[in-house]
């Protein structure tokens, strides 16, 4: 398997505009997280889905984040408008129902000016 | 609420052993986990402690105690590889929330 897979892996974009993150998870697996990694604020759960549901966007920081799963094998999350304090890496991961390790993709490392 | 804390940095040299370890709080437990990050690159999975006591992974061991609510990696015979950012991360229910990390460097 591929493992997880991201795009864009670099995005750089101004103030304002819309960002559109992409994953695709492990064939398989009935989980998926989106995370955002900063200096400041570390590794941070966004939001997951459990077989194409969110479960938990607790962590999603205002309305300008939405996320979505249209089938078991894509995912988006949205940032409109982007701000500056949003550049951060977002990470996506994926496990299978049973076990315990997240697969993480490589990240999309994004940069708002 | 949850939090975990861990040493922001940790220094040693090769063919060493070095402990890190992570204390946590947090109202619902099923697991401690342990992941791995070099600069630039994804967290990798490392090991779980589900129940009290040591797990051996080769030249890493993780242990728990749930009464003490803490756990650590250890790492032995050190390599320069094994520089790089480790986590713990407390597993509640389905989702696993992490700490902020430990800087391991390793000289030579």
């Known amino acids: 398997d591929a493992g997880v897979i991201q795009s864009p892996r670099h995005e750089v974009t101004e103030m304002g505009q819309e960002v559109t993150l992409r994953c695709k998870p492990i064939s398989g697996h009935d989980y998926l997280f989106w995370y955002r990694q900063t200096m400041m604020r570390g590794l941070e759960l966004l939001i997951y889905f459990n077989n194409n549901v969110p479960i938990d966007d607790s962590g999603m920081p205002e309305d300008r984040f939405s996320a979505k799963m249209p089938n078991a094998s894509f995912s988006t999350l949205k940032i409109q408008p982007s701000e500056p304090r949003d550049s951060a890496v977002y990470f996506c991961?994926?496990?299978?129902?049973?076990?315990?390790?997240?697969?993480f993709g490589p990240g999309t490392r994004l940069l708002v000016l | 609420g949850q939090s975990l804390e861990q040493p922001s940095e940790v220094t040693a040299v090769e063919g060493a052993i070095v402990q890190i370890n992570c204390t946590y709080q947090?109202?619902?437990?099923?697991?401690l986990s342990w992941y791995q990050q070099h600069d630039g690159g994804a967290p990798t999975f490392l090991s779980y402690?589900?129940?009290?006591g040591l797990e051996e992974t080769g030249r890493f061991s993780s242990f728990l105690s749930r009464s003490d609510s803490y756990g650590y990696l250890l790492l032995q015979e050190l390599q320069m590889k094994d520089s790089a950012s480790y986590f713990c991360a407390v597993r509640g229910t389905d989702k696993l929330i992490f700490g902020t990390g430990t800087r391991l460097q390793v000289f030579p």
């Open positions: 947090t109202s619902g437990f099923y697991g």
């Open positions: 402690n589900a129940l009290d």
């Open positions: 991961a994926s496990r299978p129902s049973e076990g315990q390790t997240q697969y």
